[in-house]
């Protein structure tokens, strides 16, 4: 009998194990044919980033755990998982913000590098707060705004977004939003082989708006004026470890007033500006801080809550307290006043309300491209903060046909 034969009157199991076994030898020479390519050919594969700084595992871990969101290296998300020591950053009085970040390393690091870190801070932004005219929940709309110009001043810098997730034991979980190019850390950063990540080891001191499990959200805005300075004696707090202690520890705008009075304020060495805070509540509650001259001062030293009236639901870049009137960013100023004005006629014509498209149509409304001229101008991202269902809707650099989800877990 020739082989031909002996394949024909061959039982159908024999037959389909000899396929099988054949089927399945062709398959594994050519896995093994593509795992010997040349090496122009080699897949890539994406680079881990050193952490020079770092040696303890669990830190490392969350430090290489990072997410690229949207994959092009402009939006990232990470779980921040160890112990960021709030009690003995708010005990330092570190308020400086290079002080602070040198202090946050000594305290977090697991050997420290000869220079000292270099972080830089500002902010431009529009914010405001109110009802959703469908569900009845709470909102707050915030536009975060820097341009990060080149060294030249010919171009600008693509920054990265982090969105932080923190669950401190015996505080409240949050996340919150930070520039990550006043951290060193532009576009793509996190996989390009070569950047340290040590300095992510400070991103809950650098957060710039945020909401908590409660329902509480904070932003903060720039102001043209003598940075604030208080000094009565009360423990001293800087600008964003201000925002980490309220994220963390407030479930309300009448619990974040509070908590601010226990401390002295100060935001000298935070960036070039000064800074009022905007907030609001899943309660509805909202309120601008400011902190304002008294009588023939020059320096800001009194903290003014401005609430309860809905022509204070939103704010820019000027001072919206009347015992401001005629100083650089007075009421008289024209820093963000366009933004300003849209916002509040928008409200006004609405009732004081509006749909969550409504809202985030409104943080289009007010967005800004890039003006290498004007710092607070580029609108980085766009936050609508849910603060009932505790949520975040998100667009990055004016791309609102692409919205990002997230919420406190």
Known sequence: MTKNQELITAQPSTLFTRLFVSVATVLFILLLASCCNDDDDAPTVPSQNPATFIKDEAKLAMLHS???VDGSGRLYEIDYTVDYKLDAVLKSGCTETNQLFNYVAYLLYDSLPQSRAQVSFDA???AF???NSQSGDFLMGRNYDFCHATEDGTSYKSIAA???RTAPPGGKKSISMVDGMQLGYGQGFYTD???DLSLLMGLPYAALDGINEDGFAIGVLALREKQTQQDTGQPRIGTTTAIRMLLDRAS????ALAMLKKYDMNMKGSGRSNYHYFMADATGDYAIVEYTLKKGETIPTVMEKLTGNDTLRCVTN???SPTMVGTNDGWGSDHGKDRYWTIRNNLAKNNYELSADGAMSLLSDVSQPADLKNITSQTQWSCLYNLSEK???LAILRDYGKMYNFKVK
């Open 66 to 68: 990072m997410k690229d």
């Open 124 to 126: 431009g932004c529009s």
């Open 129 to 131: 707060a109110v009802p």
């Open 162 to 164: 982090i969105l932080v």
């Open 193 to 195: 082989g070569e950047t």
């Open 252 to 255: 309300t705008v009448k619990e």
């Open 318 to 320: 000027f001072y919206v």
């Open 391 to 393: 949520s975040l809707r």
